[in-house]
């Protein structure tokens, strides 16, 4: 471990950064000066001053400098470097898990582990957990469709929550009039989920990046809005009530039962998402996804039909949210347009993008991660989604591409190979 | 006709304020390609530090006139501190990452300061002082139009002329252009590219801050959350003329701010931001990059 010196700053540094942790706490201590000290009351034309704050914001922003330069210095340092002693250990511990996951007898413990793990969830935890983990495994379904839009076929989409209102609302609209039960609802839910996408894909096909981005917006914010204010068929913002929930034919459930009822939907649903991304990802069209992501233009010239692939890409994304306005919807029993607001939609994107833009392990983890870290962050209720803001920001700074960064399949050239390669003077495959 | 005339000039005020947000957006989006969204937030904390000192110096027993210039230039000189802490936080260290990075670290940048002035504020709305005071020679006019409305247009329109001089005929602009163009050719010439950015967010945060003063002051009240809606209008504003063009942020912010008044007065209140998003939607699909914007053509 030579390089080590250059990882581990030394000990002079430590003090040159103590001296600009200062001045940045100064600074900060200045910035927030009025509106963390002072309290205006506009009314009785009082003020309180509270002085006590900034000792926080001093000592907050100087130990947090010290540490966020610490970090920056390694994250600059880390391209050349070798890695730390304990990210050495945990590359080797990955390394084991990856050889024995190639196992089948130990794969085969895994998933029997995991699958145990998945049914025996609502018996142990009961019926807060149950909820919460539904939520959670929600926006898995919902994080994994974006994906689709996102991180395949790379078209920023930031009105996906529109195409999960629809598909609540179709099934509490249709159960309302013509008493549509949850199971025939679902396929249509995921049928106007994706139509409605695709019809919103096709005036927006010659849109790309920040404008494709604002354009997806603007039409969730319309669908919401509309949801809103079309009364007469929406019942606007007073929402539909009642909505039944899943039921088998003919037996009553009673509540936790439905609830475990519903975890168990939202299980098969997530296996089957999962399953079908896979496949969708190894597929013909799901490398047209990738390929228009990558380059838009070398794709078309390899004679990928950009209009065909960018609407499949959006269909089939909008479809995943469809149905898990279904479930949403029958599961809460009610709906109004509040609960499809852009922040919404944000949350989706950042669950794709926080986890690992592509690849359906991070998107999955994004999303448990997102949702059952605020849940039981609960205790510090004030504090969580200022919490939330600034693990956003730290996360992009230094793990920019997710937590679990996809891999792509690569083909290993083996050591014969090479050996032809050299023969036959290809430097393509010599490198 | 003087229906017509009050949404006309409704429609100006209401384009006058998207317009000194839509101006940051597109400044900010000219030179590193981000959609800075917490840009609205800036607009927050510009409103909440002029009420701040308003409140301060209103007990201190100071005049009218000299609380809303002194509220204005402090709001505008704290939100340009903001801006620049903001991009040395949350946006310098992801410039070189993906796009997608610097969109999410922007969008946790926003909810963080949402909540910092939720937490350290209140979450409650704030009555806004009329911080702009009546001028007699309006009411001789035959249409309506209030002092706040004259202001906010007139200041508008000066900023606008101020910042398009100063990108037009000044180094700095010569350098911010330049940076827009093409940054390593730009710092190859020996132009200080990180400087230029950061002088770009000061700029784009204090034009923020002035329209969040302003329209304040128009509207009467505040809270944490004003920021979102404000920014996510602005923003449409500033693609509808052509994300990155100055003429053609203002141009958008005009477009909106009719559509919006006109919509509302002769079709229905309920859906104008309907037709906010409606027009934006429209005018993109005739014209992808907006009313004013360079089609983008990539070379291969």
Not at chain 1, 250 to 276: K, N
Not at chain 1, 321 to 332: D, E, I, P
Request: glycine share 10%; charged share 10%; hydrophobic share 55%.
């Amino acid at each position: 471990m030579s390089s080590q010196a250059t990882t581990q700053p030394q000990p002079g540094r430590y003090l040159a950064y103590a001296w600009r942790s200062l001045l940045v706490s100064i600074w900060f201590a200045i910035l927030t000066f009025p509106i963390i000290v002072i309290r205006a009351n506009t009314i009785t034309g009082t003020i309180t001053w509270r002085w006590h704050n900034i000792g926080w914001i001093v000592g907050g922003t100087f130990v947090g400098s010290w540490i966020w330069r610490y970090f920056l210095e390694r994250k600059r340092a880390g391209a050349e470097a070798t890695m730390g002693p304990l990210r050495q250990r945990l590359a080797a511990a990955r390394a084991v898990v990856t050889q024995a996951a190639r196992r089948p007898a130990v794969a085969r413990g895994g998933i029997a582990a995991l699958l145990l793990l998945v049914v025996a969830f609502p018996f142990v935890g009961g019926m807060y957990q149950t909820n919460i983990m539904t939520t959670a495994l929600l926006y898995v379904v919902l994080g994994l469709g974006l994906n689709i839009i996102i991180g395949l076929g790379g078209m920023l989409h930031i009105g996906y929550i529109a195409f999960y209102a629809l598909g609540a609302y179709s099934y509490a609209l249709l159960n309302l009039h013509f008493g549509l039960n949850f199971w025939l609802a679902l396929p249509v839910g995921a049928l106007v989920g994706g139509l409605f996408s695709l019809a919103i894909g096709i005036p927006v096909l010659r849109l790309r990046g920040d404008y494709l981005a604002i354009v997806t917006l603007a039409f969730a914010e319309i669908t919401r809005l509309v949801l809103e204010n079309w009364s007469s068929l929406t019942f606007g913002t007073a929402g539909i009530r009642n909505i039944p929930r899943p039921a088998i034919a003919g037996i009553r459930l009673t509540l936790p039962q439905t609830t475990t009822f519903v975890y168990f939907i939202m299980i098969l649903m997530v296996v089957l998402t999962i399953f079908v991304v896979n496949r969708l990802e190894n597929s013909r069209i799901g490398r047209q996804f990738v390929a228009m992501k990558e380059d838009f233009i070398a794709c078309q010239a390899m004679g990928v039909n950009i209009a065909r692939t960018k609407l499949a890409a959006l269909g089939l994304g909008g479809m995943w949210a469809g149905l898990a306005g279904v479930v949403f919807a029958a599961r809460t029993t009610f709906i109004n347009p509040a609960s499809f607001t852009v922040w919404e939609s944000i949350i989706v994107l950042c669950t794709v993008v926080l986890g690992g833009m592509g690849s359906i392990p991070g998107v999955i983890t994004g999303a448990l991660v997102l949702i059952l870290v605020p849940e039981y962050l609960r205790a510090f209720a004030q504090f969580r989604m200022l919490l939330f803001g600034a693990v956003l920001v730290t996360m992009m700074v230094f793990r920019p591409g997710g937590l679990i960064q996809k891999r792509r399949r690569a083909y290993t050239i083996s050591a014969q190979e090479k050996q032809v390669a050299a023969e036959i003077g290809d430097p393509g495959i010599q490198g | 006709m003087n229906y017509f005339l009050g949404l006309f000039v409704s429609g100006l005020t209401r384009g006058s304020i998207y317009a000194l947000l839509a101006l940051g957006y597109t400044m900010v989006y000219g030179i590193i390609e981000l959609i800075n969204f917490a840009h609205g937030e800036i607009y927050m904390i510009g409103a909440f530090t002029a009420l701040i000192l308003a409140s301060v110096l209103s007990i201190a027993g100071l005049d009218a006139i000299s609380i809303l210039v002194i509220a204005s230039l402090v709001a505008m000189i704290y939100s340009a501190a903001y801006g620049f802490t903001m991009e040395k936080i949350a946006y310098k260290p992801v410039r070189n990452s993906q796009r997608l990075s610097a969109l999410i670290s922007a969008i946790g940048m926003s909810l963080f300061l949402q909540n910092y002035v939720r937490l350290a504020q209140t979450s409650n709305f704030l009555p806004f002082p009329t911080l702009i005071p009546r001028l007699g020679f309006l009411q001789q006019l035959t249409f309506q139009v209030t002092s706040a409305q004259f202001v906010i247009f007139v200041t508008t329109t000066v900023v606008m002329i101020l910042l398009t001089l100063l990108i037009k005929f000044s180094r700095v602009g010569k350098s911010m252009r330049a940076a827009s163009q093409d940054k390593t050719m730009a710092m190859l010439l020996g132009v200080n590219v990180n400087r230029v950015i950061a002088l770009t967010f000061v700029i784009g945060s204090a034009t923020a801050a002035l329209g969040g003063v302003l329209i304040s002051s128009f509207t009467g009240q505040i809270n944490f959350y004003i920021g979102f809606m404000a920014g996510i209008k602005a923003f449409v504003a500033a693609v509808l003329g052509g994300i990155g063009s100055i003429p053609g942020a203002v141009l958008g912010s005009f477009v909106l701010g009719w559509t919006e008044s006109f919509g509302a007065g002769y079709i229905s209140s309920d859906y104008e931001d309907v037709f906010a998003f409606a027009i934006l939607v429209l005018i993109l699909i005739f014209k992808p990059s907006g009313l004013l914007g360079r089609p983008e053509n990539k070379k291969v």
